[in-house]
């Protein structure tokens, strides 16, 4: 759907003159959007030039996952207010003040104003409508219970976020510690180190202590081959990082490495796990058949281990294995979750089982994440201290041996 571009002039509440520019389906929604200011709309009118061509041309998606769980809020709430599905689009579209954003939503309110079921809608931008969301909605509008549908789904994502952002906050800050560490001792091996050789130089005879004559070493060594260094670390970067993009063997390999490592590891199989429990129990409480579930679960699980124990789940179910049989393989999974999963099948409540894993997973993720953060603090300020303190005392070393001499 092509959005036009309009240029108006209104007038304020204080009879002043406002010009602006905006987009739009048609002239109508234009006008819409201008009275929503509380301007009186004097003249509209259509405009062309390349910037409003290019402006068409989007590149990725449009809509973050915070934007994600914004609109659905809204959306939710409006349709729980009694307000029908085609004005509560165009309300949202009215409203929103980014102009790319505007523009996706008005182009969802054209479809559903074209018949178009608000599933079928979605499913047409799959960038910015996980096929979680869209499978989720089409149960809703089966139900006729859309409006709760999606504010779970709302709440689903909301989840997802806060425990993703929990995660890259445990890793985030260890990793700028560590690099502002190493930078501070590359720092002092390139400018500080070398002054104390000139200050034991003045000195005739003085001789250096074994640790400062290392770290002078080091410095010399980098300071002659720093170019070459610096070429070597960006080459063994690119290789690793085409290797992992291209290759898959190599991807997968990485990938277990990562899973295996013993802080930043942990934090990956309960991310990837949590995701697995909320989407499981979110459709097959709803409804959706359990290989239905599975197979949308693949679409948007990124991890290649993961994606893989999905893709032999599937399998199984097809072959009439029991839907348990590959998380209990795994060695990446949780043996509470695959132990709840094969007690579901044993009982026949597999929806229920996994609504209470979910909410298990939910429950204990802030205390998980907060527990490794503590596990990660003291290695790395030992870690911190090590290097900052060994080359202290590299510096006072030298310093205390031309106060015995004079």
């Keep these: 759907m092509k959005i036009r571009s309009y240029k108006y002039t209104a ?19 234009c006008r819409k959007f201008i009275e929503t200011k509380n301007y009186k709309v004097l003249e509209i009118k259509e405009y062309k030039n390349i910037i409003t061509e290019l402006n ?10 915070k934007d994600l769980v914004f609109f659905l809020k809204q959306l939710g709430s409006l349709l729980a207010a009694g307000v029908p599905l085609l ?19 008005f182009e969802l309110y054209h479809e559903v104003y ?73 720092g002092m091996l390139l400018f500080v180190f070398p ?36 070429i070597a670390i960006l080459g063994f970067i690119s290789i690793i990082f085409l290797l992992n993009r291209h290759h898959k063997k190599s991807h997968l390999f990485f990938t277990k490495v990562l899973l295996r490592m013993p802080v930043i590891g942990k934090l990956i199989q309960m991310h990837n796990q949590i995701m697995i429990a909320n989407a499981l129990a979110q459709m097959l409480s709803n409804g959706v058949n359990t290989l239905e579930a599975l197979k949308i679960i693949k679409t948007f699980i990124k991890n290649t281990v993961y994606k893989r124990v999905i893709l032999i789940t599937i399998a199984y179910i097809e072959d009439g294995k029991p839907f348990s049989k590959a998380f209990e393989e795994s060695n990446y999974i949780d043996p509470i979750m695959s132990k709840m999963i094969a007690t579901g099948e044993k009982t026949s409540d597999v929806p229920n089982l996994m609504k209470n894993l979910s909410e298990y997973y939910n429950g204990i993720s802030d205390m998980r994440v907060e527990q490794l953060k503590n596990a990660i603090q003291p290695i790395l300020l030992l870690f911190v201290y090590s290097i900052v303190g060994v080359m202290i005392l590299a510096i006072m070393l030298p310093m205390i041996s031309l106060g015995g001499q004079i």
């Design 11 to 29: 007038e304020n509440q204080k009879g002043e003159i406002i010009k602006g520019k905006i987009e739009a389906i048609n002239r109508e929604i």
């Design 195 to 230: 002054n104390i050789t000139g200050l034991f130089d003045s000195f005739g005879d003085a001789e250096l202590p074994g640790i400062t004559q290392f770290f002078l070493n080091t410095g010399v060594f980098f300071e002659n081959y720093i170019l070459i260094i610096l």
């Design 114 to 186: 074209n018949g178009y079921s608000l599933s079928n809608a979605l499913s047409k931008r799959p960038k910015e409508f996980p096929k979680l969301l869209v499978q989720m909605v089409q149960v809703g509008e089966i139900s006729g219970d859309l409006d709760s549908m999606v504010i779970q789904m709302a709440d689903y994502y909301d989840t997802q976020i806060k425990i993703a952002n929990g995660i890259k906050g445990a890793i985030r800050m260890p990793a700028i510690y560590l690099v502002a560490t190493l930078l501070i001792a590359i």
């Design 87 to 105: 004005s509560s689009l165009e309300l949202l579209s009215l409203q929103n003040e980014k102009k790319n954003l505007r523009r996706l939503y």
């Design 56 to 65: 068409n041309i989007t590149i990725g998606p449009l809509l973050k996952q």
